[in-house]
């Protein structure tokens, strides 16, 4: 069995461990943690899973392993991020906090921290071309490959994608433009102002990428605004849901909101689903 990264360095916009007033999981916490899930979690070949749309799911998006177009220009684009050793200034907004810290830090520091791996970016992308969504919203766009894998599932969808930090957010820019696609709008700042304008704005949100401010509260929040946009046939992708007591407390409290009907927990993001015509609750946890 081969062991994934399981802890982030702290040099992303979104998992700098400095700005963080929680612990996070250490190590050696977090690869418990992954062995029980690993050793535990139901089979990603699908056997005996009951539920249409989860077996579904496995067998036409976790285990399609085709090798699609889209993922060699963008995975040259983070080869080129993790060499990149040019210094920029990032803004952190402290984990929800007013105060915002400038530091300087180098772009392949940030790209071999921050940036989502390459297999849970591809499951994303095949996600959007299977389900189909018009409106998609990211919180946490990075330097934008999972921005990218997003945008490429569906070339008549629209891609809201949301980053704090501007220099963050000009890279990101560029790789959307170098790569063509049309279908995304880049929406910089705080996105405890951002988000909500956004909201406002869009009659509802079909899928949600959600690797924004990883603690309770914000993540609780995200989740409300969502759900206020959301239709019966909306999908929500959590991020690092076991990454600390905060987020595995937030996970909790989403799996037993009483609109949610359905969650798939993928150790590293979890799928959650609100369709009304699943009258009982179902919740998996599934190796991939």
């Known amino acids: 069995m081969h062991l994934p990264i399981l802890f982030k360095s702290g040099q992303g916009n979104n998992s700098q461990l400095?700005?963080?007033?929680?612990?996070?999981?250490?190590?050696?916490?977090?690869?418990?943690?992954?062995?029980?899930?690993?050793?535990?979690?139901?089979?990603?070949?699908?056997?005996?899973?009951?539920?249409?749309?989860?077996?579904?799911?496995?067998?036409?998006?976790?285990?399609?392993?085709?090798?699609?177009?889209?993922?060699?220009?963008?995975?040259?684009?983070?080869?080129?991020?993790?060499?990149?050793?040019?210094?920029?200034?990032?803004?952190?907004?402290?984990?929800?906090?007013?105060?915002?810290?400038?530091?300087?830090?180098?772009?392949?520091?940030?790209?071999?921290?921050?940036?989502?791996?390459?297999?849970?970016?591809?499951?994303?992308?095949?996600?959007?071309?299977?389900?189909?969504?018009?409106?998609?919203?990211?919180?946490?766009?990075?330097?934008?490959?999972?921005t990218a894998y997003l945008a490429s599932g569906n070339e008549n969808a629209m891609v809201y994608t949301c980053e704090g930090a501007k220099n963050i957010a000009a890279i990101a820019g560029q790789h959307f433009s170098s790569l063509q696609l049309n279908n995304v709008e880049l929406i910089p700042g705080d996105f405890t102002q951002t988000l909500p304008a956004l909201l406002q704005q869009l009659p509802q949100v079909d899928l949600a990428f959600i690797d924004g401010n990883h603690r309770k509260a914000p993540t609780l929040d995200y989740f409300t605004g969502f759900l206020n946009s959301s239709t019966g046939s909306t999908i929500l992708i959590f991020d690092d849901i076991h990454w600390s007591d905060e987020m595995e407390a937030a996970w909790e409290a989403i799996r037993q909101h009483s609109r949610v009907t359905l969650t798939i927990d993928l150790f590293f993001i979890g799928i959650v689903c609100i369709n009304p015509a699943v009258k009982v609750k179902q919740h998996f946890t599934i190796r991939f």
């Open 18 to 146: 400095s700005i963080f007033n929680f612990p996070l999981y250490s190590p050696f916490t977090l690869t418990v943690k992954y062995l029980r899930y690993y050793f535990t979690a139901s089979s990603g070949k699908g056997h005996g899973i009951h539920s249409p749309f989860v077996f579904d799911f496995i067998k036409h998006v976790l285990n399609d392993r085709q090798a699609y177009p889209c993922y060699t220009g963008i995975e040259s684009r983070r080869a080129a991020l993790l060499k990149d050793t040019t210094t920029i200034e990032v803004e952190d907004f402290g984990a929800g906090s007013s105060v915002i810290k400038t530091n300087k830090r180098v772009v392949r520091h940030i790209a071999g921290s921050s940036l989502k791996s390459k297999k849970f970016s591809q499951l994303l992308f095949r996600m959007v071309k299977h389900y189909q969504p018009k409106t998609i919203v990211e919180l946490g766009t990075s330097f934008g490959i999972t």
